[in-house]
Each structure stands twice: as C-alpha cells, then as structure tokens.
C-alpha cells in the first residue's frame, strides 16, 4: 500500500519561502508520475505543480499561477518528492497535497482531463498560510 506524507507547511509573510517535502513508502511499481495540488476553503482542488520521469527523460507542469514561483523536483533514490515554493502570496494559501499514480502513459495528459482523479494515491496534507 502506497503511504505519503506532506512537511514543511506553515506560516510566512507575503514574499516568504516555504519548501514542502512528501516521504513516499510501499511504492511497487519502477513508475509513478507524481503532482502537488492545493485546496483552499470553499475552493476546488488545484493542480499546482506535476513531474512525470521515465528514469531518462523527466517533464514538469505547473499552474500558470506559480510559474517562475514554484519548483518541483523528486529524488527517486528516497522516494522523496519536493516543491520549492518562492514569492509567495496570500492567495498560495491552501492545504497542500501530495499526490501520486502508476498508471503506465502520459499523466500529464491524464491529469489535465481528469484532474485530481488521475491520481489514486494522495497524503493528508501539509497546510502553508501566508500573511500579508
């Protein structure tokens, strides 16, 4: 059973970093595509940033609301997923999941049909708050 857990949520000020880590276990498959969403009170859950590596080649995806902000990065040999969260806002302010799925094929084209239901395997979340 795939287990993930989000860290290194908390509070800032507008323009602080913050740096989210997810410790994966009990993966099985030699791949998964891996996102980090984030949801807001009273909003949907969002996509905020994706990377999808075949061991050779590694794509990334991001919201165009963090683009040049955010950076995902992954250390497969810890089964350890990052997101780099710079200049942030107070409109970053979300819980922020880890989430992650084996299915063989494009997930970045998964993801951007079926959204949050392209991965079956999600953490409890790690909440980031950024005062102004």
């Known amino acids: 059973q795939v287990h993930l857990e989000e860290s290194g949520g908390g509070s800032v000020q507008n323009g602080g970093s913050l740096r989210l880590i997810c410790t994966g276990s009990?993966?099985?498959?030699?791949?998964?595509?891996m996102a980090w969403f984030r949801q807001a009170p009273g909003k949907e859950r969002e996509e905020v940033a994706l990377i999808d590596s075949d061991g050779r080649t590694t794509y990334t995806k991001y919201a165009e609301s963090v683009k040049g902000r955010f950076t995902i990065s992954n250390d497969t040999a810890k089964s350890t997923l990052y997101l780099q969260m710079d200049s942030l806002r107070p409109d970053d302010t979300a819980m922020y999941y880890c989430?992650?799925?084996?299915?063989?094929?494009?997930?970045?084209?998964?993801?951007?049909?079926?959204?949050?239901?392209?991965?079956?395997?999600w953490g409890q979340g790690t909440q980031v708050t950024v005062s102004s």
């Open positions: 989430a992650a799925d084996s299915t063989p094929g494009d997930c970045r084209i998964a993801s951007q049909v079926l959204g949050a239901q392209a991965f079956a395997y």
């Open positions: 009990g993966f099985t498959s030699a791949y998964y595509c």
